[in-house]
């Protein structure tokens, strides 16, 4: 197949949809994917400013913290790991009103990910999606709390009352432990900043600083849908393999695009000499690598038939993002 | 009993004591509640040691952030808040085994929050327990991610086999309010470095910053026995009050220790204008209400009889620390 492969390579979405549905086994991926994906964002953006308006609330008024925390919560991000989670458990049957407290315990996780990250002793960030970093608005006292609070919050909503008790640990440690791998990826990709180009040690902080946060979303969807243990770790799977794609995707576009269209500073892992794709496996390497884990993300839903599609859908689009 | 107030005053622990033995109603502390600190502490540090070789077993190499981590966990803490909730949880009635995993859940954000508030951004310390700090040995970008993952940690361990999934649920909402709450206190601090002392702000900071964890502590523990509400009630109280006078007790330190004594640098809270006890109510008066809470600490125990009297002890040791 060439020209899918073509098609995938230039972001023709397209092609890359007649792809999804050749490598699904011949199921068509839906038209109206892309109007769900839109609708289902704007869903996540519209329970965020929900809860966090419920939050200030409930907030006293010495707390300097919520600002910060809403400035970063709202910010216009892709809200990928909610609507994965959302739809994971909605591929295996179960209730979205179970799958909420999740979704948006997923995004703060994320979001804390990122605060933190941007940091100067981190990555030294001072723009992200287009607007100052965190830090560059409230300091790096609130931004470091901000991040913190998020964290402490995600377990928070675990345990809220829309969360079936029955699932309540298994949620617990899938989040904990994706998050902790996600926090030992990012210290070894800071550590690696020292070293020469080795793509085990890329492959290790792309898996952890990345992949595990997917897998994790994936797999609470698929919890809070009390699937078995087969379908949870299909699920697992997918995000696993997606996360991948994404992170080599993301690696690509450092490379290849413009400060202007990435909202953040194009070029900057190489001025850094970070463990990236291109680095250790070269351009080309790097596009065939993130379409295997694609492939096999694909495969890894293909129990779940037709009503996984969008799940497909979402597994190309991920790599096209440079559309 | 003027003479039991100025034993405290003074911190002579036989005349603190007596002083608990009268303000548990007579009940008399036993003899050997000290050793039994001394005993327990020991514990917790053995389990701790266990529970890192463990994660070292199991750590990939490429990690860099467990030897940190380490650092601050094995730094001769005095491990108050989870003898507390292993206490708590005997008091009640609960086996041990199945509190251990929120005992060294509650020492993990603990030391999490000594890390974060140690960095040049917050407190800028470089002492803690008379060694340099975890961001002076490892760099900031470490230090902060070792607190991170720290915070993820402690939730993976109430999702560990040996605690009662029937309880899970309400052991991460206490732990993750606990935790976000004591994150609110610490950005309500470093905010209240720029303001007028305040009495109201100082209180708010006081009960967020330290008084949610130490509730969090014996609430956990209770929760951990699947105590009754009232008993659990009576727990929380407990921990809430002690922690009061704890963070009095501390502010007091500050102005009278001497940086030998204390591990960390003397005198630092007036230097930077911090909102404390002594600054908004004066000595005497912080020293009585630290008082004030300790006897109201030891009034919500009053339902556990003799066997709440080692809890009874930890009161007032607590505001006695400087003899």
Redesign the interface.
């Known amino acids: 197949m060439p020209d899918v492969q073509q098609g995938q390579a230039n972001g023709d979405p397209e092609a890359m949809e007649r792809s999804a549905a050749a490598h699904a086994g011949g199921v068509e991926v839906s038209d109206d994917w892309r109007a769900w994906l839109d609708g289902q964002r704007r869903r996540v953006d519209t329970e965020i400013s929900k809860h966090l308006n419920a939050l200030k609330a409930g ?2 008024p ?4 919520l600002e910060s925390v809403e400035y970063s919560l709202t910010d216009g991000g892709k809200r990928l790991r909610p609507v994965l989670l959302l739809e994971s458990c909605r591929v295996c049957g179960g209730a979205e009103e179970s799958a909420w407290p999740a979704a948006l315990a997923i995004e703060c996780i994320h979001t ?1 990910s990122l605060i ?1 990250d941007d ?1 100067p ?2 990555d030294d960030d001072d723009l992200r999606r287009g607007r100052p970093t965190n830090h560059k608005v409230f ?4 931004a ?2 901000a ?3 998020l ?6 909503l ?2 809220s009352e829309a ?1 079936d ?2 699932v ?3 949620l ?2 899938a ?3 994706g ?2 791998d996600m ?2 990826g ?3 990709d ?3 900043q020292q070293q020469p180009t080795d793509p085990e ?1 890329v492959q ?2 792309h898996r952890h600083k990345t992949a595990r946060l997917w897998e994790a979303a994936c797999k609470l969807g698929a919890l809070s849908a009390r699937a078995s243990a087969d379908e949870i770790k299909a699920m697992a799977e997918y995000g696993c393999r997606l996360g991948l794609a994404f992170q080599i995707s993301d690696d690509l576009l450092d490379r290849t695009g413009t400060t202007e269209k990435l909202g953040k500073r194009a070029g900057k892992d190489a001025d850094e000499s970070k463990q990236t794709y291109p680095a250790a496996f070269g351009i080309a390497e790097s596009h065939r690598r993130a379409r295997a884990e694609i492939e096999a993300a694909v495969a890894a839903v293909e129990r779940f038939g037709p009503n996984a599609n969008r799940l497909r859908g979402l597994a190309w689009y991920v790599i096209g993002r440079d559309r």
Do not use: C, N, Y
């Open positions: 907030m006293h010495h707390s300097p913290l804390f933190h940091l002793a981190m300091g790096e006292a609130v470091v709390l991040g913190d609070w964290v402490a919050h995600a377990f928070d675990l345990s969360v008790p029955q309540t640990s298994a617990v440690q989040l904990a432990q998050s902790g926090i030992v990012q210290g070894a800071i550590a690696g040690l290790f902080i």
